[in-house]
């Protein structure tokens, strides 16, 4: 098995490719260890000193460090890691543990507008996003701002508010003109 690594916008971060399918579908964030217990694959990676972060998406692992220790010095272990969770035979994710990504139609007031939104973010923004090692959630619609959530190596990202501003904003606001405003949230 041969793991290939890209480097993200976010310098804490980076991608790991290990060449086959991670998630059939949706993504999984751990912004820490907490709830890897839904996770093999990420408690394998999070038993590494120093990382900080674990996201899962189609075919990647991405993977945030904390401040103190140099890619040198973990790099190689989290790609063990990852090469000895696919060579066990292990899920990547445990029976029945939630992800997200899926697409749920809205009834409401805004159901035209909220729907047009995700549909939007699913075609245009997640698949760029997903490129730079992240992806995005929608979490609400009220009064034209929309609510996004940042996960992955976009998660703290020095250009992640750029990308929000100017990228996603404008594309919005393009298409749909009663959005007005994106505004991050954390969860």
């Known amino acids: 098995m041969f793991i290939q690594t890209e480097s993200t916008p976010n310098p804490a971060t980076l991608k790991f490719l290990p060449g086959q399918t991670v998630m059939e579908s949706g993504t999984a964030d751990f912004p820490d260890p907490v709830d890897t217990?839904?996770?093999?694959?990420?408690?394998?990676?999070f038993a590494i000193g120093g990382v900080k972060g674990v996201f899962l998406g189609n075919d990647f692992v991405t993977v945030t460090k904390s401040d103190e220790i140099e890619w040198d010095h973990i790099k190689p272990a989290i790609l063990g890691a990852i090469m000895e969770h696919f060579q066990s035979g292990a899920p990547?994710?445990?029976?029945?543990?939630?992800?997200?990504?899926?697409?749920?139609?809205?009834d409401g007031p805004d159901s035209g507008i909220i729907n047009q939104i995700k549909v939007?973010?699913?075609t245009r923004v997640?698949?760029?996003?997903?490129?730079?090692?992240?992806?995005?959630?929608?979490?609400?619609f009220e009064k034209g701002v929309v609510y996004l959530h940042m996960q992955g190596?976009?998660?703290g990202c020095p250009s992640s508010t750029l990308t929000l501003k100017m990228g996603i904003e404008n594309l919005l606001r393009h298409y749909i003109p009663e959005v007005t405003e994106?505004?991050?949230i954390g969860v």
């Open 126 to 140: 997640r698949p760029a996003v997903a490129q730079d090692g992240g992806d995005i959630t929608f979490h609400g």
């Open 182 to 184: 994106v505004r991050p």
């Open 37 to 45: 217990g839904v996770s093999p694959l990420a408690a394998r990676v």
């Open 120 to 122: 939007l973010l699913d």
């Open 153 to 155: 190596a976009c998660a």
């Open 92 to 106: 990547v994710m445990a029976e029945g543990a939630a992800t997200s990504g899926g697409h749920v139609e809205n």
